[in-house]
């Protein structure tokens, strides 16, 4: 199993940036693959971005070129840096963990608010 803490949503203007925090329980190499998910209201969940135990990364179109993850081991933690925000990006981002142990497991976050105004 695996906890996630999400940190560091907020309210930012459009253009604006803010970067995601998420803390892992576990050393994240241990996690096959993490990744940031974001919901916006009556719109379903959907993956922004990835980063496997490996170090490979994806992205949604939509954020291409504006979007980064990264992590930081000794940290346990993986970050979502955001830039060039758009209101369109408002939404609840989640973070999410999968685990072949040996099954699939998928565990996430209680997720952060992030709104971009006008």
């Known amino acids: 199993q695996v906890q996630l803490v999400e940190s560091g949503g907020g309210l930012v203007q459009a253009g604006g940036s803010l970067r995601l925090s998420c803390a892992a329980s576990?050393?994240?190499?241990?996690?096959?693959?993490i990744g940031w998910y974001r919901q916006a209201p009556v719109k379903e969940r959907e993956l922004v971005a990835s980063i496997s135990s490996g170090g490979s990364t994806n992205y949604a179109d939509s954020v291409k070129g504006r979007f980064t993850i990264s992590r930081d081991s000794a940290k346990n933690t993986v970050y979502l840096q955001m830039n060039s925000l758009k209101p369109e990006d408002t939404a609840v981002y989640y973070c999410?963990?999968?685990?072949?142990?040996?099954?699939?497991?998928?565990?996430w976050g209680q997720g952060t608010q992030v709104t971009v105004s006008s």
């Open positions: 999410n963990a999968g685990i072949w142990a040996p099954t699939f497991n998928s565990y």
């Open positions: 576990r050393s994240i190499f241990s996690i096959n693959v």
